[in-house]
């Protein structure tokens, strides 16, 4: 089942009521109750509010998750304005709204399975939330935004993830162009991946090229990590960025030249790479500029990597392409 990410645009109390309409469509799609989705449409109405409160206009986004039977729907807020000058009041119960039923971020954090602001007076605030499946037990340390580029309602962009203890898998694909056509390319490659978890990076690299042959093509990166030898071993085909953050070190992992479905690497190579404790993996498609980097967020590194995807997105965006950013903290004990 393909969810799409969706984007909506705050700027007057209407689209307020549009977010939620939005939110609900989701959470009904992805299975939650209607408990749950009661839930989730008070915190999309208070996050929203919360924007036009702040900074006037910004930015609603819906990204459901689902792997196997588990699920998630993370629901962000991001504005340009100048920030909560007072993070503390802003979570009190009863401060929120201008007029609306108002129960404030407070509400959302004891709604949510988790939540967590950042905020900057230069640059504006994310706020974020994850509804969670009954029973799924483990707080994946990822955060994952996938969202087409306007005027278009699938991603040509996809991803995959296989999280366990001791290897995750992580992938991202780009269709060439957008729209429906590359979001096959897309699709069919996530199918081949999921079907190759455990085989070498290249290897899973040449099957997704024969595969893509009768597709459009796609730009591919995957990155494998051993959490117990705190290796990771990479292979990229085309422009998908992927860098590992560690403290203040940041060290790009080395993608071919290449088409997969088109023009291959003559050898498709897979690199190995020593991760220290702590260390995050960073990938997005080229929907946000080449430069698109954590290094101005104080702090950010630190906190759940959902508000990195986030800030990611809201401010290296190039908003002419399908635009798709991962955040993973890798080589830590996992949740
Ligand atoms: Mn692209």
Known sequence: MR????????????????ARRAALQVAQALGFDEARRSDIGIACTEAATNVLLHATRGELLLCPFVAGEHFWLDIFAL??????RDIGRAME???????????GLGAIARLSDE??????PDKGTVYWCRFKSAGSSSAAAVGLVNVPIKGESVCGDNYFLKINAVQSLYMMVDGLGHG?????????????????????TSEILTRVHNALKKTRGAAMSVAVVDHERRIVTYAGVGNISCNLLHGMTSRSLVSQNGTLGAVLPR???????????NTILQMFSDGLVSKASLSGYPGLQNRHP??????????????????????AKIGGPLA
């Open 3 to 18: 969810l799409n990410h969706k984007s909506i645009a705050i700027d007057d109390k209407s689209t307020i009521g549009e």
């Open 79 to 84: 504005d340009e304005g100048p920030g909560i």
């Open 93 to 103: 119960d009863g401060f929120s709204s201008i007029g609306t039923p108002g129960q």
């Open 115 to 120: 939540s967590s602001l950042y905020s900057s």
């Open 180 to 200: 429906a056509g590359a979001a096959e390319a897309a699709d069919e490659a996530v199918a081949v991946v999921s079907q190759s978890v455990g085989e070498p």
């Open 267 to 277: 050898v498709p190579q897979e690199y190995t790479y020593p991760i220290e404790p």
């Open 306 to 327: 959902a508000l990195a995807a986030g800030i990611l997105y809201r401010d290296f965006n190039r908003r002419r392409d399908d635009a798709t950013v991962l955040v």
